[in-house]
Nanobody, 126 residues
Framework: QVQLVESGGGLVQAGGSLRLSCAAS???????????MGWFRQAPGKEREVVAA????????YYTDSLKARFTISRDNARNTVYLQMNSLKPEDTAVYYC????????????????WGQGTQVTVSS
């Protein structure tokens, strides 16, 4: 079992930046570096959508096309942490952002993720 705790959310004005962090812990039988990791978001009344994903080593990433120019996913396996740098934020980025871990070394779909954090709220004011 993997426990994931997100942090770094909050209220920011349009055009601002935030960096989300997700710390992993737990007796998994696997090291953190063996998990594919992803960030997802869910806005009120909408389905959860993938934001970005990163493979086990950090050298392969995936982004939803509309976010590619503004968001960056990264990971630090020594710290058991994955990050999401969000720049030039827009009001439509307002959502709860979730971190997730997959038993696959790399996964880009919601269904492939088994472990989820509780989420962190990001609110972008206009």
């Amino acid at each position: 079992q993997v426990q994931l705790v997100e942090s770094g959310g909050g209220l920011v004005q349009a055009g601002g930046s935030l960096r989300l962090s997700c710390a992993a812990s737990g007796r998994t039988g696997r090291t953190f570096s063996r998990y594919g990791m992803g960030w997802f978001r869910q806005a009120p009344g909408k389905e959860r959508e993938v934001v970005a994903a990163i493979n086990w080593s950090g050298d392969t990433t995936y982004y939803t096309d509309s976010l590619k120019a503004r968001f960056t996913i990264s990971r630090d396996n020594a710290r058991n942490t994955v990050y999401l740098q969000m720049n030039s934020l827009k009001p439509e980025d307002t959502a709860v952002y979730y971190c997730a871990a997959s038993n696959l070394w790399y996964a880009t779909t919601t269904a492939a993720y088994e472990y989820w954090g509780q989420g962190t709220q990001v609110t972008v004011s206009s």
